[in-house]
């Protein structure tokens, strides 16, 4: 009787260890443009780059994030933060370039997260034809685009599980 409730207090141990480090985490992100609008609705689609002259005209880039909740229990009202930088180099250089400090920045709010379901969370603020337009004459041209994006921590978060990055080529 006496290992039977061991037994029982260290399955109970176990149990309270690992869903101490369930949470929410960041499972992955995806680029997405719509390079054409089909009857006045944009249509997404996936891209390993970005052409800078259909980001100049339609605008139509978003940030597809897949997030997981890997503990027992819903979440609530949590905040995915995304801020966006580009890679700049001087046109007809041999610079490497350097990242910017961030132009735009967005929060997104998610009401509930359900335990074990993916949930996909677009980011469409990007701001990026903007600050392409504010770019135009200062004879420096961006090749790759990066957000980082990260949700907003918790008690009992893992910090690396909660943070991203994804970058994408600009032709």
Known sequence: MKNAYKAIFCVSCLFLVSSAYAGVTVKDI??????TVHSGKAVFIDTQSLSISDVAKSGKVRLAVRLLNTGAAKE?????RCVFSLHLIQKGSADPGLWTVPFSMDERRIAVIAPGIPMEIT?????????????????????????????????????????????????
Not at 30 to 35: D, L, R, T, Y
Not at 76 to 80: A, F, I, K, S
Not at 160 to 171: F, L, Y
Request: glycine residues 4%; charged residues 35%.
């Open 76 to 80: 609530n009202g949590r905040v995915l």
């Open 30 to 35: 995806k680029w997405q443009s719509a390079p």
């Open 123 to 171: 980011v469409q603020r990007t701001e990026l034809q903007n600050y392409l337009k504010r770019l135009a004459d200062t004879g420096f041209t961006p090749d790759r685009l990066r957000a980082s994006v990260m949700l907003e921590p918790r008690r009992g978060d893992k910090l690396s599980d909660a943070m991203a990055d994804a970058e994408v080529e600009i032709k």
